[in-house]
């Protein structure tokens, strides 16, 4: 028997809800840090991180970062 439409629509709303996080701001700042490093993916470029001008503020601040953070040279200790 095929399922009801309704608990498909549910299905649907909690996927679709799941990679928002408790502090939503710091999801997108990490998924914009991890889009840079790592490249997109669904969970780091979801459409959720960018239904508010803040969240997507946060998903470009943090994407500049791990962009940064791909062009700085490790951190080496000193020769000895």
């Known amino acids: ?9 549910e299905k649907l709303v909690r996927r679709a809800a ?3 996080a408790a502090d ?8 914009g840090y991890d889009a840079a490093i790592n ?9 959720a991180i960018f239904c508010s001008p ?3 503020r946060e998903w470009e601040r943090g994407n500049a970062a791990g962009k940064r953070a791909q062009k700085e040279p490790p951190c080496l200790p000193p020769a000895a």
């Open 54 to 56: 803040d969240r997507t």
């Open 24 to 31: 939503p701001m710091q999801y997108a700042y990490e998924a």
């Open 39 to 47: 490249g997109a993916s669904a969970s780091n470029c979801h459409y």
């Open 18 to 20: 799941a990679p928002v």
């Open 1 to 9: 028997m095929p399922a009801h439409p309704i608990d498909r629509i």
